[in-house]
Structures are given as structure tokens and as C-alpha cells.
């Protein structure tokens, strides 16, 4: 299994494999076109109270990752990303982002949990 993570406003590339974007909002200033997203997993994504919360806040980091995992506890969010493991089963996965944060990010997050649930 392999699943990795990239900026939205990062090339794509060959290696990238199946590429699904992983924000609720879509990234400001890039088409659809150059992302290059096979999905978008709007539903996956942090909530808004939560996004709003963590404001990218490197010091609120572990407690964004214990929110946000329980979050992703509900229901449909759980189908999402048993379907996203197994995109990542079949082949290379990349979690697209748009953050600038390339290490305090939902992606990463998402990452840990894709390779826990293997």
C-alpha cells in the first residue's frame, strides 16, 4: 500500500496514481483542470468549526489530530475512508491538500489513518 500526500498547487506527476482532494472548500486560485484531481472527498474533510479552531495553529496540532480522528468516527466519513484504503490497496494514493502547512495538514492526519486501517 501506498499513500502519500501533495499540495494542490504542487505538479502532478505520473508516480501520483489516483489523486483525490481532501479539503471541503476548493482551493483559491487553480483550476480544475491543472489540480488534476481524480475526486474530490469534500466529506472527509475537517468540519468547519474544526478548520476554523486549528487555524493552522502548529501549537493546537495534537489536539487537532484527536478532534478531527473522532470526527472521522461518524458513519459516512468511515465509508470514505475505507474507500480511499482501498485506492490505496490497489495502487499509489495521494491525498491532495491546499494548505501551505505541509506537515500540520488534515491530509496527514488522513495518511496515518489510511496506514492504520491496512
Known amino acids: 500500500m501506498t499513500v502519500q500526500i501533495k499540495r494542490v498547487y504542487e505538479t502532478a506527476g505520473p508516480?501520483?496514481?489516483?489523486?483525490?482532494l481532501v479539503d471541503?472548500?476548493?482551493?483559491r486560485g487553480i483550476s480544475k483542470e491543472k489540480a488534476k484531481v481524480d475526486g474530490?472527498?469534500?466529506e472527509v474533510a475537517p468540519s468547519d468549526a474544526l478548520r476554523?479552531?486549528?487555524?493552522?495553529d502548529p501549537s493546537r496540532w495534537d489536539e487537532f489530530r484527536e478532534r478531527y480522528r473522532r470526527e472521522l468516527e461518524e458513519p459516512e466519513r468511515k465509508r470514505i475512508l475505507e474507500t480511499l484504503k482501498e485506492k490505496a490497496r490497489s495502487g499509489r494514493l495521494?491525498?491532495?491538500?491546499?494548505?501551505k502547512d505541509?506537515?500540520?495538514n488534515q491530509a496527514a492526519v488522513l495518511m496515518?489513518?489510511?496506514g492504520e486501517r491496512t
Open 15 to 20: 508516480d501520483d496514481g489516483y489523486r483525490v
Open 24 to 27: 471541503r472548500l476548493w482551493p
Open 40 to 42: 474530490w472527498e469534500r
Open 52 to 56: 476554523k479552531w486549528f487555524g493552522h
Open 94 to 99: 495521494t491525498l491532495v491538500y491546499g494548505a
Open 102 to 104: 505541509e506537515v500540520h
Open 112 to 114: 496515518e489513518i489510511i
